[in-house]
Every structure is written in structure tokens, then in C-alpha cells.
């Protein structure tokens, strides 16, 4: 069982930044990838971003050049940073965890995000 926390979301106003953190209840590097999604109100989970154990990332087009996925693995902590926010990023995020070898992942409750415009 892997428990995830996410926070960091809030109210901004368009242009602003924000870091979203999600932490686990084990080891990150026990981890095969952290994910973020979002789903706005009425529309489709979509995916944001992914880091690996390694390190490597990959991010959605709607965020790509504006966002950062971090990890801090002493912290078992990854990070989500957003610059220049939209209104279209107004969403809950999620963190998703996914383990070697395993076909079901782990998701935390979520941290809304509302960008004002």
C-alpha cells in the first residue's frame, strides 16, 4: 500500500506560479514513476507529467515549457511547479504512483488548483 499526499493548490490569479508537492508514504526510488493528472470539473482526467526513479521526466503539451516535475528523494517528496498560469489549468490534481512490476496504481485525494483570470 502506497499512500499519496498532494498540496499546494490554491487561488491565483492568471500569470502567477504555484508548486504542487506530493509525498509518499514509502521511498520515491522504490517507485517506478510519479504522475500528475488533472480533471476539471465536467471534462476527462487528463495526464500532466511523469518522473521516473531515475530522474527522467515528460510533460503534457499543455504545460510543456512552463512547468517543472521535480523529485526531492529524501523528502519522498516530487514537486510540480506551473508558471504562467491559465485559466484552462483551473483543475484537481492528482499524484499517481505506479511500483514495478504491479498493474494497479496508487492515487492521492487530490489539491485544487483555481486560476482567476
Known amino acids: 500500500q502506497v499512500q499519496l499526499t498532494e498540496s499546494g493548490g490554491g487561488l491565483v490569479q492568471a500569470g502567477g506560479s504555484l508548486r504542487l508537492s506530493c509525498t509518499a508514504s514509502?521511498?520515491?526510488?522504490?517507485?517506478?514513476?510519479m504522475e500528475w493528472y488533472r480533471q476539471a470539473p465536467g471534462k476527462q482526467r487528463e495526464w500532466v507529467s511523469t518522473?521516473?526513479?531515475?530522474?527522467?521526466?515528460n510533460y503534457a503539451d499543455s504545460v510543456k515549457g512552463r512547468s517543472t516535475h521535480s523529485r526531492d528523494n529524501a523528502k519522498n517528496t516530487v514537486y510540480l511547479q506551473i508558471t504562467s498560469l491559465k485559466p484552462e489549468d483551473t483543475a484537481v490534481y492528482y499524484c499517481?504512483?505506479?511500483?514495478?512490476?504491479?498493474?494497479?496504481?496508487?492515487w492521492g485525494q487530490g489539491t485544487q488548483v483555481s486560476v482567476s483570470s
Open positions: 514509502m521511498s520515491i526510488v522504490s517507485i517506478n514513476t
Open positions: 518522473i521516473t526513479s531515475t530522474g527522467s521526466t
Open positions: 499517481k504512483a505506479s511500483l514495478f512490476h504491479r498493474e494497479r496504481a496508487y
